[in-house]
Structure formats: C-alpha cells, structure tokens
C-alpha cells in the first residue's frame, strides 16, 4: 500500500537559497515523528511543502500514491490538517469559529452539521480549549490561543497531522497532555509529523525522529539511533550527555566546549 506521505528526492529553493536539499521520507499510518533540527534547518518549509502549500522546485510529494499537486485543495484538506508555526487572529471571531474552519472542507462553517459540530466539540476538548469556546480569539493569551489552533487543526480528522511545534508556547503541563494527545492519534493508525524543539518530549513520545541540517535530512530513525552525541554535535553545535532508557531519556546538553 502507497505511504499516507512520500516526499521523494524533494528540494525546495526559495528566491536564490536552497533551502531543501534531496529529501526524501516515507510517512505511515501509526507514526508520530518529530521534525528536529536547529533554527532554519528547513522544518517549517519542509512542513508547508508537505502540505502542498509550498510547491516542490524538484522532485515528488504524493498522498496516497497521488501526486499533491494533482489534488484539490478541498480534497487535500480531507487528507491532511496543518498547523502552521505563526498563528496570529486579527479578526473579531471567537475560538470555536476558528476550530470550526477546520472542517471548511466539509461545508463548516457555512452550513454546520450535526457530524461537524461534535468534530468541533471533540476537538476543542482533546486540545483543552473547550473553555475558551465564546471568548474573542484576539483576547486570548500566546498558549490558549495555541491550544484553539491545534483544536482547528485536529478537527478535520485527518489521516495526517503535520504540527509545525505545536508545543512551543505551551505550559509544561499542556506540553505533556498536547504530546500524549498525539502519540494516542498515531496509536489509533493516524499519523503526526511534528517540529520540535525539546529533544527530551520528542525522544519520549515520537515512535521516530528525522533530524534535519541546513536542509538536508542529517538522521533518520528511531529516537535512540537519532540523538547521539555526534549528531547533536555536528548538527545542534552542542555537547551532549544521553541516556534513552525504558524509563524514559536522560539528555543533558552543554555548549560546546564548556
Ligand atoms: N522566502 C524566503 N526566502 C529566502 N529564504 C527563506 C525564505 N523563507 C525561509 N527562508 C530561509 O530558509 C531557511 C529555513 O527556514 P525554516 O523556516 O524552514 O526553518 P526552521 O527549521 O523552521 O527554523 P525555526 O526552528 O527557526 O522555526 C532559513 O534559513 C530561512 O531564513
Ligand atoms: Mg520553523
């Protein structure tokens, strides 16, 4: 069976950088992996060209077996829900009419069925954003605004999630609940790909971790093959001390040289 995402030899140039560089990665149902990889590896445009918002200037990206590009956007969002890294709301909406464009692609919010209004609910529960459902979106706060937009993005029900650091503004304990909410979608035979800076969350709750540096895919596999010290030196320019046990992962991180 065709992968739910196979980006195949992808390079992406944006103006005259190239900032993707031969990727190429196969995504199956059942998987949450974490996108790691310092500040402009290419994470978040490897995110949008997967999404088919940015195209490919070489190589494929299939859904499915079916080439993106080939989709309509309504059918690609039936496919695949994106949470995007900048997330800013100017408009006078509240939450729940931003969780409700993630089912757009249904007739939501236009014309609200009964199947889109308990996704919307479903969703706003699971990302901890029931409470907020009426308040203005734009009076949120950085981390409930955060949690609103995941729900929007978990309220398409995708077979596929890529979360462009869907944990970033979050407190530590919405950090744990938002990774264990998408280890269970991938456990349910979804999939997640997600950008992320804390290597010790993404070792304990991604079955796999593509490591990405200056746009090329530097490492990929499990958690354990890919934090060693010699990655995260050569590409994160750190020392680092790991132990990946049962129990959970014990990473300790020095500047180089100290
Ligand atoms: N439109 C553009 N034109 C030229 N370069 C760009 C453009 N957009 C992004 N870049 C560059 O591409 C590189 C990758 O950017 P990207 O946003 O994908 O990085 P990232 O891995 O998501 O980083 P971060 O961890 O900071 O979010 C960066 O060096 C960035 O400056
Ligand atoms: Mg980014």
Known sequence: MSALLSLQEVSVWLGARRVISNASLDINRGEFVGLIGPNGA???????????????????????GAPLRSLTAPE?????AYLPQARPVFWSVTAREI???????????????????????RAMDEAGAAQFADRPA????????????LARA???????????????ALDPAHQLSVMALLRAKTDEGRA???????LSLAARYCTRLVMLGGGHVAADGTP???????????IFNVDAAINITQDGPDIRLRPLGN
């Open 99 to 121: 969780v409700a464009l993630g089912r757009f692609s249904f007739g939501a919010p236009l014309g609200e069925a009964p199947r889109d209004a308990a996704a919307i609910d």
């Open 138 to 149: 734009a009076d949120l706060s950085g981390g409930e605004l955060a949690r609103v937009h």
């Open 154 to 168: 978990l309220a398409g029900e995708t077979p596929l999630l890529l979360a462009d650091e869907p944990i970033a």
């Open 224 to 234: 354990k093959d890919v934090l060693t010290p010699s990655l995260l030196h050569e």
């Open 42 to 64: 290419g994470k978040s445009t490897l995110l949008k060209t997967a999404a088919g918002l940015l195209p490919a200037s070489a190589g494929a990206c299939l859904s499915a």
């Open 76 to 80: 690609r969002a039936r496919r695949i």
């Open 192 to 198: 997640v790909i997600a950008a992320l800076h804390d």
